[in-house]
Protein backbone atom coordinates (compact mmCIF):
# COMPACT_ATOMS: atom_id res chain seq x y z
CA UNK A 1 0.00 0.00 0.00
CA UNK A 2 0.91 3.29 -0.77
CA UNK A 3 0.65 6.66 1.01
CA UNK A 4 -2.34 8.73 -1.20
CA UNK A 5 -1.37 12.34 0.83
CA UNK A 6 2.12 12.49 2.18
CA UNK A 7 2.12 14.80 5.48
CA UNK A 8 3.92 17.97 5.06
CA UNK A 9 5.71 17.59 8.16
CA UNK A 10 6.42 14.70 10.52
CA UNK A 11 3.61 14.10 13.39
CA UNK A 12 4.21 14.46 16.75
CA UNK A 13 4.82 11.27 19.10
CA UNK A 14 3.11 14.00 22.13
CA UNK A 15 1.17 17.12 21.90
CA UNK A 16 1.55 18.39 25.30
CA UNK A 17 -0.99 21.39 24.32
CA UNK A 18 -3.36 18.84 24.76
CA UNK A 19 -3.32 18.55 28.65
CA UNK A 20 -4.18 21.97 28.88
CA UNK A 21 -7.48 21.31 27.26
CA UNK A 22 -10.01 20.29 29.68
CA UNK A 23 -12.60 17.89 28.22
CA UNK A 24 -9.61 16.09 26.63
CA UNK A 25 -7.63 15.40 29.79
CA UNK A 26 -10.79 14.34 31.48
CA UNK A 27 -12.10 12.43 29.01
CA UNK A 28 -7.93 10.50 29.19
CA UNK A 29 -8.79 10.30 32.96
CA UNK A 30 -12.20 8.57 32.18
CA UNK A 31 -10.75 6.22 29.83
CA UNK A 32 -7.99 4.65 31.90
CA UNK A 33 -10.66 3.93 35.14
CA UNK A 34 -12.96 3.10 32.48
CA UNK A 35 -10.72 -0.38 31.36
CA UNK A 36 -9.50 -0.20 34.72
CA UNK A 37 -12.96 -1.96 35.42
CA UNK A 38 -14.26 -3.22 32.44
CA UNK A 39 -12.84 -6.23 31.55
CA UNK A 40 -13.21 -7.92 35.01
CA UNK A 41 -16.52 -10.03 33.84
CA UNK A 42 -14.95 -11.26 31.03
CA UNK A 43 -12.34 -12.73 33.28
CA UNK A 44 -14.16 -13.86 36.24
CA UNK A 45 -17.64 -14.89 35.00
CA UNK A 46 -16.76 -18.55 34.32
CA UNK A 47 -15.29 -19.01 37.49
CA UNK A 48 -18.54 -16.68 38.59
CA UNK A 49 -20.78 -19.60 37.04
CA UNK A 50 -19.13 -22.54 38.63
CA UNK A 51 -18.97 -21.18 42.27
CA UNK A 52 -22.18 -19.22 42.31
CA UNK A 53 -24.70 -20.96 40.26
CA UNK A 54 -25.15 -24.44 39.55
CA UNK A 55 -23.79 -24.27 35.90
CA UNK A 56 -21.46 -27.29 34.96
CA UNK A 57 -17.72 -26.65 34.10
CA UNK A 58 -19.17 -26.75 30.35
CA UNK A 59 -21.77 -24.59 30.54
CA UNK A 60 -19.77 -22.36 32.53
CA UNK A 61 -17.16 -21.75 29.80
CA UNK A 62 -19.72 -20.14 27.33
CA UNK A 63 -20.38 -17.10 29.78
CA UNK A 64 -17.58 -15.71 27.57
CA UNK A 65 -18.54 -16.05 24.58
CA UNK A 66 -21.78 -14.71 25.23
CA UNK A 67 -20.05 -11.50 26.54
CA UNK A 68 -18.50 -11.50 23.62
CA UNK A 69 -21.33 -11.78 20.85
CA UNK A 70 -23.62 -8.93 23.12
CA UNK A 71 -20.38 -6.56 22.91
CA UNK A 72 -19.95 -7.35 19.05
CA UNK A 73 -23.20 -5.76 18.91
CA UNK A 74 -22.69 -3.39 21.63
CA UNK A 75 -19.81 -2.04 19.17
CA UNK A 76 -22.17 -1.24 16.28
CA UNK A 77 -25.58 -0.18 17.16
CA UNK A 78 -24.51 2.80 19.42
CA UNK A 79 -21.94 3.85 17.34
CA UNK A 80 -24.72 4.35 14.44
CA UNK A 81 -27.11 5.95 17.07
CA UNK A 82 -23.58 8.24 18.30
CA UNK A 83 -23.49 9.19 14.69
CA UNK A 84 -26.91 11.69 15.72
CA UNK A 85 -26.36 12.22 19.64
CA UNK A 86 -22.49 12.38 19.59
CA UNK A 87 -19.66 9.96 20.70
CA UNK A 88 -19.33 11.44 24.27
CA UNK A 89 -23.64 11.77 24.56
CA UNK A 90 -23.64 7.86 23.98
CA UNK A 91 -20.28 6.88 26.06
CA UNK A 92 -21.60 8.31 29.18
CA UNK A 93 -25.01 6.60 29.51
CA UNK A 94 -23.77 3.25 28.31
CA UNK A 95 -20.84 3.22 31.01
CA UNK A 96 -23.20 4.44 33.66
CA UNK A 97 -25.29 1.31 32.67
CA UNK A 98 -22.31 -1.16 32.63
CA UNK A 99 -21.73 0.22 36.44
CA UNK A 100 -25.13 -0.96 37.49
CA UNK A 101 -25.12 -4.04 35.83
CA UNK A 102 -21.43 -4.76 37.40
CA UNK A 103 -23.27 -4.32 41.02
CA UNK A 104 -26.05 -6.15 40.45
CA UNK A 105 -24.14 -8.81 39.27
CA UNK A 106 -23.06 -9.27 43.52
CA UNK A 107 -26.86 -10.46 43.51
CA UNK A 108 -27.00 -13.33 40.40
CA UNK A 109 -27.03 -16.61 41.84
CA UNK A 110 -28.36 -18.57 38.92
CA UNK A 111 -27.64 -19.72 35.45
CA UNK A 112 -30.73 -17.61 33.81
CA UNK A 113 -29.72 -14.51 35.74
CA UNK A 114 -26.05 -14.45 35.08
CA UNK A 115 -27.25 -15.05 31.10
CA UNK A 116 -28.89 -12.09 31.08
CA UNK A 117 -25.86 -10.32 33.04
CA UNK A 118 -24.18 -11.75 30.29
CA UNK A 119 -25.82 -10.20 27.42
CA UNK A 120 -26.65 -6.69 28.84
CA UNK A 121 -23.20 -6.14 30.05
CA UNK A 122 -21.17 -7.38 26.88
CA UNK A 123 -23.80 -5.06 25.05
CA UNK A 124 -23.44 -1.82 26.91
CA UNK A 125 -19.88 -2.56 27.77
CA UNK A 126 -18.84 -2.86 23.94
CA UNK A 127 -19.79 1.05 23.33
CA UNK A 128 -16.85 1.65 25.76
CA UNK A 129 -14.45 -0.03 23.57
CA UNK A 130 -15.60 0.85 20.09
CA UNK A 131 -16.86 4.66 21.05
CA UNK A 132 -13.40 6.08 22.36
CA UNK A 133 -11.62 6.85 19.51
CA UNK A 134 -14.30 8.67 17.60
CA UNK A 135 -14.52 10.90 20.87
CA UNK A 136 -11.41 11.89 21.29
CA UNK A 137 -11.84 12.70 17.33
CA UNK A 138 -14.76 14.96 18.21
CA UNK A 139 -12.28 16.68 21.37
CA UNK A 140 -9.78 17.37 18.81
CA UNK A 141 -9.79 20.74 17.16
CA UNK A 142 -7.37 20.08 14.66
CA UNK A 143 -8.13 16.53 12.68
CA UNK A 144 -4.50 16.00 11.73
CA UNK A 145 -3.49 15.99 15.42
CA UNK A 146 -6.04 13.10 16.10
CA UNK A 147 -3.75 10.14 15.84
CA UNK A 148 -1.55 11.66 17.95
CA UNK A 149 -3.71 12.36 20.81
CA UNK A 150 -5.43 9.15 20.56
CA UNK A 151 -1.87 7.29 21.30
CA UNK A 152 -1.90 9.37 23.77
CA UNK A 153 -5.34 8.69 25.62
CA UNK A 154 -5.13 5.03 24.91
CA UNK A 155 -1.50 5.04 26.38
CA UNK A 156 -3.22 5.15 29.82
CA UNK A 157 -6.40 3.29 28.54
CA UNK A 158 -4.13 0.28 28.16
CA UNK A 159 -2.21 0.87 31.68
CA UNK A 160 -5.50 0.45 33.00
CA UNK A 161 -6.33 -2.18 31.64
CA UNK A 162 -3.09 -3.94 32.30
CA UNK A 163 -3.45 -3.14 36.21
CA UNK A 164 -7.53 -3.48 36.38
CA UNK A 165 -8.08 -6.91 35.68
CA UNK A 166 -5.30 -8.56 38.41
CA UNK A 167 -6.13 -6.06 40.92
CA UNK A 168 -9.35 -7.68 40.72
CA UNK A 169 -8.05 -11.38 40.80
CA UNK A 170 -6.35 -10.07 43.67
CA UNK A 171 -9.77 -9.67 46.15
CA UNK A 172 -11.21 -12.60 44.77
CA UNK A 173 -11.36 -14.88 47.08
CA UNK A 174 -12.00 -18.40 45.15
CA UNK A 175 -11.28 -21.04 47.68
CA UNK A 176 -14.62 -19.27 49.29
CA UNK A 177 -16.37 -18.04 46.12
CA UNK A 178 -16.06 -14.53 47.73
CA UNK A 179 -16.75 -12.44 44.17
CA UNK A 180 -18.37 -9.03 46.04
CA UNK A 181 -15.25 -7.20 46.62
CA UNK A 182 -14.24 -7.38 42.87
CA UNK A 183 -17.74 -6.41 41.80
CA UNK A 184 -17.55 -3.79 43.64
CA UNK A 185 -14.44 -2.58 42.63
CA UNK A 186 -15.44 -2.98 38.63
CA UNK A 187 -18.75 -0.98 39.59
CA UNK A 188 -17.19 1.79 41.26
CA UNK A 189 -14.56 2.52 39.03
CA UNK A 190 -16.46 2.12 35.91
CA UNK A 191 -19.25 4.64 37.49
CA UNK A 192 -16.51 6.93 38.11
CA UNK A 193 -15.19 6.81 34.95
CA UNK A 194 -18.91 8.06 33.46
CA UNK A 195 -18.81 10.76 36.06
CA UNK A 196 -15.40 11.85 35.08
CA UNK A 197 -16.55 11.83 31.32
CA UNK A 198 -19.56 13.98 32.29
CA UNK A 199 -17.69 16.59 33.48
CA UNK A 200 -15.57 16.06 30.27
CA UNK A 201 -19.13 16.95 28.12
CA UNK A 202 -20.04 19.91 30.18
CA UNK A 203 -16.07 21.39 29.91
CA UNK A 204 -17.29 20.94 26.44
CA UNK A 205 -20.53 21.79 25.44
CA UNK A 206 -21.81 23.31 28.87
CA UNK A 207 -24.55 21.50 30.93
CA UNK A 208 -27.27 21.79 27.89
CA UNK A 209 -28.70 17.96 27.39
CA UNK A 210 -29.40 18.63 23.76
CA UNK A 211 -25.99 19.49 22.64
CA UNK A 212 -24.21 17.37 20.45
CA UNK A 213 -20.90 16.20 22.18
Same mark, same amino acid.
Request: aromatic share 14%.
Given at each position: ??CR??P? @? ?11 E???T??T?GV????LG ?7 VS????K??NA ?8 V???N ?6 ? +?IPN???D????L?M??PCS??? @? +? &????W? @? ?10 G????F?SG?FVS??P?TV ?14 G??F ?9 GTPI?G?I +?N??T?D?VN????C?VVVA??A?VM?? @?R???V??? &?????
Open positions: MKVTS @ARRKLLDTQAWKIPYLFVFLGFLYIPFFYSYALKTSEELAFYFPVLTASLFGR +ILLAKTGPNLILIS @A +I &LSLCI @AIEDVAGLAVFILYGFTLPSASLSPDLKQVGTRMMSSFAGLGLLIAT +ILEGFAQIFGAAMIF @AIAKGPS &LTAVA
